[in-house]
């Protein structure tokens, strides 16, 4: 067992995903000469070639939707788009066939694709290139959604969403491409999609996030006098109701952090959900922090546009205090 980063243990999923099925292939903009944007995809060429590491021209829709061509005739296709905040032109494949394909031919056709693209800000990159737009695609039906916040479950979600018969589109967060290294088998593992995680067990207020608010919802626990539950929801579609829904009749307080804007934001559905199975358990009312409803700003502005621990300590204070 070795440490990784994030891009080193994302590298070596895919490799062994290659290894172990022949039918997996990657395509998209760079993916094969250059490795990647971020390097993800580096090695892989060299090792299988070029029939089954596909470098593409700049187009997301053709990206999709050959993508999706290649899985209904037998191949696993994992798609990469080189930021999440390009993924729109590809929309129409992926609302109208790709999430459809299941329903539309009565089981007939699967669609075992991953879509894979960064996501989110952190990295004082352009608007495009830094937004976080989960809950968009967590509102298409057939589309399962899922935001590792660690090397270890990055791992373990992609080589799950490989192996899954219908589409995942993998949302890897920037800012902790290598934030930091843990370790990571060097085995094959899956982590279950749909299964959120209790990072740090608690009694008197729960924190939800993912992706990279995992850390800052860490980073602020540790500043307050108070016994904080913090849970990574790792899949946003479909997420873990079970799992939170027990937490919020536990501590009676919720307090949600993302990175996407306020305004039906993943949050919202949550606090929905938790207003209407557990307001009788519920001590407080629910608080989001999230980014305001504004384009991404110019790197200069980030920091104030990003959630920080500062930011959720004051929400946290305030719950615990209603």
Avoid at 171 to 187: H, S, W
Avoid at 242 to 250: D, N, W, Y
Avoid at 289 to 308: G, K, L
């Amino acid at each position: 067992m070795a440490e990784r980063n994030l891009v080193q243990a994302l590298n070596q999923a895919l490799f062994l995903a290659f290894e172990k099925d022949p039918h997996v292939v990657v395509l998209g903009e760079d993916v094969g000469v250059d490795g990647g944007v971020f390097r993800v995809t580096d090695g892989l060429l060299a090792k299988f070639g070029e029939k089954r590491v596909i470098d593409t021209s700049i187009g997301e829709s053709t990206i999709v939707g050959s993508a999706l061509g290649m899985a209904i005739n037998g191949l696993k296709p994992i798609a990469e788009i080189q930021f999440s905040g390009f993924i729109y032109p590809a929309f129409q494949q992926l609302i109208s066939h790709v999430s459809r394909m299941r329903n539309r031919t009565r089981g007939v056709f699967g669609v075992p694709i991953v879509i894979r693209s960064p996501n989110g800000g952190g990295v004082n990159a352009l608007e495009h290139h830094s937004e976080s737009l989960e809950a968009v695609y967590a509102h298409i039906p057939g589309l399962k959604v899922v935001m590792p916040s660690n090397p270890y479950d990055g791992k373990g979600l992609l080589l799950a969403a490989i192996n899954d018969p219908d589409p995942v589109l993998l949302l890897e967060p920037i800012k902790l491409y290598r934030a930091f290294k843990q370790e990571v088998p060097d085995a094959y593992y899956e982590v279950p999609i749909g299964l959120a995680q209790i990072v740090q067990a608690g009694k008197d207020i729960t924190i939800l996030a993912w992706g990279a608010m995992v850390l800052v919802a860490q980073d602020a626990a540790s500043q307050v006098q108070a016994s904080c539950e913090i849970i990574d929801l790792r899949t946003i579609m479909p997420w873990d109701k079970k799992t939170i829904l027990e937490s919020a009749k536990k501590t009676g307080r919720v307090v949600i952090i993302h990175e996407a804007i306020h305004t039906c934001g993943f949050g919202a559905e949550l606090a929905a959900t938790i207003q209407e199975e557990c307001l009788d358990y519920l001590q407080a009312p629910i608080v989001r922090v999230t980014a305001p409803d504004v384009i991404v700003p110019y790197y200069r502005s980030e920091h104030f546009y990003r959630p920080n621990a500062d930011m959720l300590i004051e929400k946290i204070k305030q719950t615990l205090t209603y």
